[in-house]
Nanobody, 126 residues
Framework: VQLQAFGGGLVRPGGSLRLSCVVA????????IGWFRHVPETEVEGVIC????????DFVDSVKGRFSISRDNDENTIYLQMDSLKLEDTAEYYC????????????????????WGMGTLVTVSS
């Protein structure tokens, strides 16, 4: 299983970015999905997740109303749409998945995911 995340870059405060995570080796319709971020010298933070059936999601309060997660089953790709970006959103972003029988499982705990992509750096700066 391989996950490849891309789409990061430099954006001004208030701007938008969409991160993509292409998955190989399993079907995204069979997994729960999470996006995490990491700033050096801090702990990894769970940002947003969505369950396998898409009916349950969770997110850290700081991204409420600004970030959304989705998947394209045909492209086997996971997306993180980030709007109204803030300076504090600057981080390395990682996608993660896990096959699960529970259609409603969705956690922001990195220990709940088996497969991880390489990070993509998002820098929010004026």
């Amino acid at each position: 299983v391989q996950l490849q995340a891309f789409g990061g870059g430099l954006v001004r405060p208030g701007g938008s970015l969409r991160l993509s995570c292409v998955v190989a080796g399993l079907n995204v319709k069979d997994v729960k999905i999470g996006w995490f971020r990491h700033v050096p010298e801090t702990e990894v933070e769970g940002v947003i997740c969505v369950s396998k059936n898409g009916k349950r999601s969770d997110f850290v309060d700081s991204v409420k109303g600004r970030f959304s997660i989705s998947r394209d089953n045909d492209e086997n790709t996971i997306y993180l749409q980030m709007d109204s970006l803030k300076l504090e959103d600057t981080a390395e972003y990682y996608c993660a998945t896990k096959q699960t029988r529970d259609p409603t499982s969705c956690e922001l705990d990195l220990d709940e995911y088996d497969y991880w992509g390489m990070g993509t750096l998002v820098t929010v700066s004026s």
